[in-house]
């Protein structure tokens, strides 16, 4: 597709994402997002690159930010003395308390921002389990612009440079205002009308889910190599996803970005899936999210995600049961567990999540799992190591 093409499609849709209340204030709009989960939040040196980002990004948008919200007391002008006052709160906060700060352009906390970035960090006490996050905003025609693209990947790899990413993921979003509670109907709507819109509202909350998973696919899916070992190594995910030319894939320190397309998806679900993103998701299926009971990506309010319809989000891009045996050798199982093979009878064999099933002296052999079982809708496998 054309760039010009792009742009011109893009911006007949923006119109379905910008509301306005009745004092015509803009409650939501789109944004595009890169969203980062990564460990060791708590540690002075990560703080420190932390807010390098947050100084990168007021370089970048300095003239136009004038709302900023955080953890600490007091300090609520955005104001180049009260930057100063956050910045040393961050970096002097105590290993045990969370710390996280909101910048953006919006008037107050009332209005929906063009950009924003925004960042909560985790606790010691969590160890090195738990997630920090941090969610950078760029408004939606960042891409139209010439240098657009330039501009946005080089946003990329400087976040993943700093940060060091686990998991995380880019693509389209909607921008509500800080006091968003109100605006989640907006979001649960448009996200079943646009199954390629992240769902950002409760990030801050939802990210405890994600401490050994990924919560799916989108344009860019950013995920740590610990995860492409599970996936059955990096030879073996380039090759699944060079069977569609339009995915590319490219490494940061640490991991893999595998970017789903050209541009980031916004097709209505009546226009179809993205043969891309339907790729991506069918390879790391495995290590996506498994939800603990109750999560929901909003906080139960009418017509907003709940328990069920939060599941039902996350699998959006399947396209029926996740088949995890039989598995040939030379291919990596799905999951962790026991398995046995009619080539070698009365023997069971332990292969872990991404490991290659061997073969026999006389070539292929075909296993089959003893012990993992699948849910009704094929989307929860079995514990992973």
């Given amino acids: 597709m054309q760039h010009t093409e792009y742009t011109a499609?893009?911006?007949?849709?923006?119109?379905?994402?910008?509301?306005?209340?009745?004092?015509?204030?803009?409650?939501?709009?789109?944004?595009?997002?890169?969203?980062?989960?990564?460990?060791?939040?708590?540690?002075?040196?990560?703080?420190?690159?932390?807010?390098?980002?947050?100084?990168r990004f007021r370089a970048e948008?300095?003239?136009?930010?004038?709302?900023?919200?955080?953890?600490?007391?007091?300090?609520?002008?955005?104001?180049?003395?009260?930057?100063?006052?956050?910045?040393?709160?961050?970096?002097?906060?105590?290993?045990?308390?969370?710390?996280?700060?909101?910048?953006s352009d919006a008037k107050n906390m009332s209005e929906?921002?063009?950009?924003?970035?925004?960042?909560?960090?985790?606790?010691?006490?969590?160890?090195?389990?738990?997630?920090?996050?941090?969610?950078?905003?760029?408004?939606?025609?960042?891409?139209?612009e010439t240098q657009g693209m330039a501009r946005f990947n080089d946003w990329l790899t400087y976040l993943c440079q700093q940060l060091e990413p686990d998991s995380g993921d880019c693509g389209y979003c909607l921008n509500m205002p800080f006091d968003f509670d109100d605006y989640c109907p907006l979001e649960y709507e448009l996200a079943k009308r646009y199954p390629s819109l992240q769902v950002n509202a409760n990030v801050f909350a939802d990210a405890m889910q994600y401490t050994n998973s990924s919560r799916g696919v989108n344009w860019i899916t950013v995920l740590d190599k610990r995860y492409i070992k599970r996936l059955g190594g990096e030879n073996w995910v380039r090759q699944v996803l060079s069977r569609d030319p339009a995915?590319?894939?490219?490494?940061?320190?640490?991991?893999?970005?595998?970017?789903?397309?050209?541009?980031?998806?916004?097709?209505?679900?009546?226009?179809?899936l993205s043969p891309h993103y339907l790729a991506v998701n069918q390879l790391i299926r495995p290590i996506r999210v498994q939800p603990q009971e109750g999560h929901s990506l909003h906080s139960y309010g009418i017509n907003q995600f709940d328990e069920q319809s939060t599941l039902a989000w996350y699998a959006r891009y399947d396209q029926g049961p996740l088949s995890l045996s039989p598995l040939e050798s030379g291919t990596p199982a799905l999951v962790t567990g026991n398995w046995t093979t009619p080539s070698f009878p009365?023997?069971?064999?332990?292969?872990?999540?991404?490991?290659m099933a061997p073969a026999g002296k006389a070539g292929e052999v075909i296993w089959w799992d003893l012990a993992s079982e699948v849910e009704d809708d094929g989307t929860t496998l079995a514990p992973q190591s």
């Fill in 112 to 144: 929906a921002p063009n950009c924003l970035m925004r960042y909560l960090d985790s606790r010691e006490a969590g160890g090195d389990k738990k997630n920090s996050y941090l969610s950078l905003v760029l408004p939606w025609f960042y891409l139209k």
């Fill in 61 to 103: 948008f300095g003239t136009h930010l004038r709302f900023h919200t955080h953890s600490f007391k007091g300090m609520k002008k955005y104001s180049p003395e009260n930057i100063a006052k956050v910045e040393d709160s961050i970096r002097n906060k105590g290993i045990y308390d969370y710390g996280g700060w909101t910048i």
């Fill in 346 to 355: 009365h023997t069971m064999r332990i292969i872990k999540q991404g490991e």
């Fill in 9 to 55: 499609l893009l911006e007949q849709r923006v119109p379905e994402f910008t509301f306005t209340d009745n004092n015509d204030v803009v409650i939501s709009r789109l944004g595009l997002s890169i969203t980062l989960f990564f460990k060791r939040g708590y540690t002075l040196e990560k703080r420190e690159k932390i807010l390098a980002c947050f100084s």
């Fill in 247 to 272: 995915i590319s894939i490219e490494p940061y320190p640490g991991g893999l970005l595998i970017r789903a397309g050209q541009y980031p998806d916004l097709t209505p679900v009546v226009a179809g």
